[in-house]
T-cell receptor, first 115, second 114 residues
Framework: DTAVSQTPKYLVTQMGNDKSIKCEQN?????MYWYKQDSKKFLKIMFSYNNKELIINETVPNRFSPKSPDKAHLNLHINSLELGDSAVYFC??????????????FGQGTRLTVV | SQQGEEDPQALSIQEGENATMNCSYKTSINNLQWYRQNSGRGLVHLIL?????REKHSGRLRVTLDTSKKSSSLLITASRAADTASYFCATDALRGSTLGRLYFGRGTQLTVWP
């Protein structure tokens, strides 16, 4: 009955590989996010989808491509992985953007290590 | 930048003491939120305070918001070892191109010693 689940929890891969991280939420939320947390714990938004539509795309290399097959799922595909992509990636969800209460529910994170 | 900034970066106290963390931000906000992150885990929402509120309580947590100073504080009373975690503030922008984004600070690492 996990609210926001993402897989895998750990991902170790070589430079140049392509990998995907999956995320699913069972909260009935309209909005889903991907955040990146670096080694200094700085948490930065990457993407946001509302009802399967991309609404936020921060300055992220186009090697990163989110895909939302339905509003309960938001996957993150990363091409040509680089050492600097090593970080913890968090999926999150919340009610629609223009709701007052926009508290976000986070997944447990995917620790990506590029070697 | 638009993210919140927590202060201090690290705080170490004894069980039973109170812990106060501060957050400053730069833009007009819809609301401000505090989250907790245990080591190796995801963030957990603690409390949300709206821009028209000045103080809010939830159990041992007390949050204040001063929109004129663009600052907030989180007070944890009678701390416990289990409160050891990183605490983040996040601002929900009021309007414009930043609408819908939650901007997080770098967090305050709280350590509570038994």
């Amino acid at each position: 009955d996990t609210a926001v689940s993402q897989t895998p929890k750990y991902l170790v891969t070589q430079m140049g590989n392509d990998k995907s991280i999956k995320c699913e939420q069972n909260l009935g939320h309209d909005t889903m996010y991907w955040y990146k947390q670096d080694s200094k714990k700085f948490l930065k938004i990457m993407f946001s989808y509302n009802n399967k539509e991309l609404i936020i795309n921060e300055t992220v290399p186009n090697r990163f491509s989110p895909k939302s097959p339905d509003k309960a799922h938001l996957n993150l595909h990363i091409n040509s992985l680089e050492l600097g992509d090593s970080a913890v990636y968090f999926c999150a969800s919340s009610h629609g953007l223009r709701q007052v209460n926009t508290e976000a529910f986070f997944g447990q994170g995917t620790r990506l290590t590029v070697v | 930048s638009q993210q919140g900034e927590e202060d201090p970066q690290a705080l170490s106290i004894q069980e039973g003491e109170n812990a106060t963390m501060n957050c400053s931000y730069k833009t007009s906000i819809n609301n401000l939120q505090w989250y907790r992150q245990n080591s190796g885990r995801g963030l957990v929402h603690l409390i949300l305070i709206r821009s028209n509120e000045r103080e809010k309580h939830s159990g041992r947590l007390r949050v204040t918001l001063d929109t004129s100073k663009k600052s907030s504080s989180l007070l944890i009373t009678a701390s416990r070892a289990a409160d050891t975690a990183s605490y983040f503030c996040a601002t929900d922008a009021l309007r414009g191109s930043t609408l819908g984004r939650l901007y997080f600070g770098r967090g305050t690492q709280l350590t509570v010693w038994p």
